[in-house]
T-cell receptor, first 115, second 113 residues
Framework: EAGVAQSPRYKIIEKRQSVAFWCNPISGHATLYWYQQILGQGPKLLIQFQNNGVVDDSQLPKDRFSAERLKGVDSTLKIQPAKLEDSAVYLC?????????????FGEGSRLTVL | DAKTTQPPSMDCAEGRAANLPCNHSTISGNEYVYWYRQIHSQGPQYIIHGLKNNETNEMASLIITEDRKSSTLILPHATLRDTAVYYCIVRQPLSGSARQLTFGSGTQLTVLP
């Protein structure tokens, strides 16, 4: 079974530039999550989708971050304009459904460096 | 709000059992204990979860105290590949939002040859 795919693995940009990350969840998984992991910290949930609807985006900095999952399968996370403090690993995860047992399947992440 | 407390780091000899403690003194009656681990440069990986009974799977065993205020994750025969950060999390499993799946700083387990 293929895992959660993310791209790019690494991205370096200058502050005020924009960047986009892509995620393809495990086939059939209805719920998709984006997490931000700053160096030395645990992952923090940014946004959670159920199919193509948003379940929770309370921790997403909406002035610069946006995410979409238009067809309920893959998803993109965009940052515009980027700030130095956005340097982090952006992790995508998926799970079979909303009422799940709590087991999330994570991708390898996209590491962003903002200079 | 930190719901769990874990030691920041631990060492374990290869082949020996690794016992990772977690304190969760404010756990509610309907909250489960989850364990994830994160190997360097990879995403977190689910290990095991439980409510009140001890649980075992192919990766590990989870021992929860009778008062549920603490638990221990046991890797019975640690290998070098078990070197990772281990996260202990408490949450309600059927909650719609994953915001409850709050990762703290975890325990860095280093398995020594």
């Amino acid at each position: 079974e293929a895992g959660v795919a993310q791209s790019p693995r690494y991205k370096i940009i200058e502050k005020r530039q924009s960047v986009a990350f892509w995620c393809n969840p495990i086939s059939g998984h209805a719920t998709l999550y984006w997490y931000q992991q700053i160096l030395g910290q645990g992952p923090k949930l940014l946004i959670q989708f159920q199919n193509n609807g948003v379940v929770d985006d309370s921790q997403l900095p909406k002035d610069r971050f946006s995410a979409e999952r238009l067809k309920g399968v893959d998803s993109t996370l965009k940052i515009q304009p980027a700030k130095l403090e956005d340097s982090a690993v952006y992790l995508c995860a998926s799970s079979p459904g909303l009422a799940n047992t709590g087991e999330l399947f994570f991708g390898e992440g996209s590491r962003l460096t903002v200079l | 709000d930190a719901k769990t407390t874990q030691p920041p780091s631990m060492d374990c000899a290869e082949g020996r059992a690794a016992n990772l403690p977690c304190n969760h003194s404010t756990i509610s009656g309907n909250e489960y204990v989850y364990w994830y681990r994160q190997i360097h440069s990879q995403g977190p990986q689910y290990i095991i979860h439980g409510l009140k009974n001890n649980e075992t799977n192919e990766m590990a065993s989870l021992i929860i105290t009778e008062d549920r205020k603490s638990s221990t994750l046991i890797l019975p025969h640690a290998t070098l590949r078990d070197t990772a950060v281990y996260y202990c999390i408490v949450r309600q499993p059927l909650s719609g939002s994953a915001r409850q799946l709050t990762f703290g700083s975890g325990t860095q387990l280093t398995v020594l040859p």
